[in-house]
């Protein structure tokens, strides 16, 4: 029988991939954002970097969806090992539940789950799912035309270690932020619906 990873401490914020930086920076663009904005998670595992805008989504009452196959990570070898023993999926439930959250979870690969978005209606995705340049590069695509005008698109893991995020942040001809400290790239001139389709650079 899968297990759900044991929780601790009733505030302490579920194991995952994003470092106190990353938190900073992520809680200073949902921050930015209006009371009532939609906003959507691609890549939640175990619920980390959900759980750390816990209190934010609460307070401006956001609407928050989260997409995740909840089988790791498979195209990037050693990456987001799946342990088969650990049900992430129930263990994510459990986290978002102590954090006094409930986003709408779409359980599935982010392609297929992206047709269950209306176009123009998301402030803010964050997108932290495979890392590989083809199946980054194809979730920034996809998920652009949910992003309202003057939305934000930001992702994680825009280090040296992953260059298949770099390669396909990098190809997009977005003017992009970087931020001292943390991992995360986000839009800088705000794009949104009406943006010019995406420079793919060979
Ligand atoms: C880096 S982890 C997410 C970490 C999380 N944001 C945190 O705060 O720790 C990547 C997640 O993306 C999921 N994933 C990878 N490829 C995916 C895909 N094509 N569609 C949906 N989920 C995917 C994996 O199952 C894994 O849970």
């Not at 904005?37 to 890549?43: A, F, L, R, V």
């Amino acid at each position: 029988m899968k297990i759900a990873y044991k929780n601790m401490d009733q505030n302490e914020l579920p194991n995952g991939y994003f470092t106190d930086g990353d938190i900073e920076v992520y809680r200073r663009i949902i921050s930015s954002l209006e009371a009532g904005s939609t906003i959507i998670e691609i890549g939640v595992w175990n619920g980390r970097s959900i759980c750390s805008i816990a209190d934010l989504i609460n307070k401006k009452s956001i609407n928050s969806i989260c997409i995740d196959h909840f089988k790791g990570t498979l195209t990037v070898r050693g990456l987001h090992f799946y342990d088969e023993n650990i049900d992430a999926q129930k263990s994510f439930e459990a986290n978002v539940k102590r954090f006094n959250i409930n986003p709408k979870l779409l359980v599935g690969k982010s392609l297929d789950m992206v047709n269950l978005i209306p176009d123009n209606s998301v402030d803010c995705i964050l997108i932290d799912a495979d890392h590989s340049r083809e199946a980054a590069s194809a979730d920034i695509k996809a998920f652009l035309p949910k992003i309202k005008k003057n939305g934000i698109m930001c992702g994680h893991d825009y280090v040296r270690k992953h260059k298949g995020v770099i390669k396909a942040v990098n190809a997009t001809g977005f003017e992009f932020e970087l931020f001292p400290g943390s991992s995360l790239w986000s839009t800088k001139n705000f794009i949104g619906s009406g943006h010019p389709p995406l420079k793919q650079k060979a």
